[in-house]
């Protein structure tokens, strides 16, 4: 599968790019980094991350996508809920360990 299709054909869905990464295609994988590496690091970006942890956390969710997409069940949720679950999951983990996440006294939860 490659990153751009061939004129006159429909760019493959997200969900035929995640099972084509559950596939170990490569095509895929890099069609796939493409639509939804920049995404991720915008998203990290507005929840506080600076743009080079930005850049981390959106190569360690793509190294995650690669590595987990056979887990992957389009029946449990898109290709886009499912990657941006994992990001929001990094960028936690990337707050914890700089020690960034401080409790409110005034949040009930």
């Known amino acids: 599968m490659s990153a751009a299709p061939p004129s006159g ?6 969900v035929e790019l995640v099972l084509g990464v559950a596939a ?3 095509g895929a994988f890099v069609a796939l980094f493409e639509r939804y590496a920049g995404r991720v690091k915008a998203y990290a970006i507005r929840a506080g991350a600076s743009a080079s942890d930005a850049d981390e956390i959106a190569q360690d969710v793509m190294v995650s996508v690669w590595r987990n997409a056979a887990r992957f069940d389009p029946a449990r949720a898109s290709p886009s809920t499912w990657i941006f679950a994992i990001a929001r999951n990094r960028r936690i ?4 360990r700089a020690g960034r996440i401080a409790a409110d006294a005034d949040d009930p939860l």
């Open 93 to 96: 983990d990337a707050f914890r």
């Open 9 to 14: 054909f429909a760019a493959p869905s997200d």
């Open 24 to 26: 170990r295609d490569r």
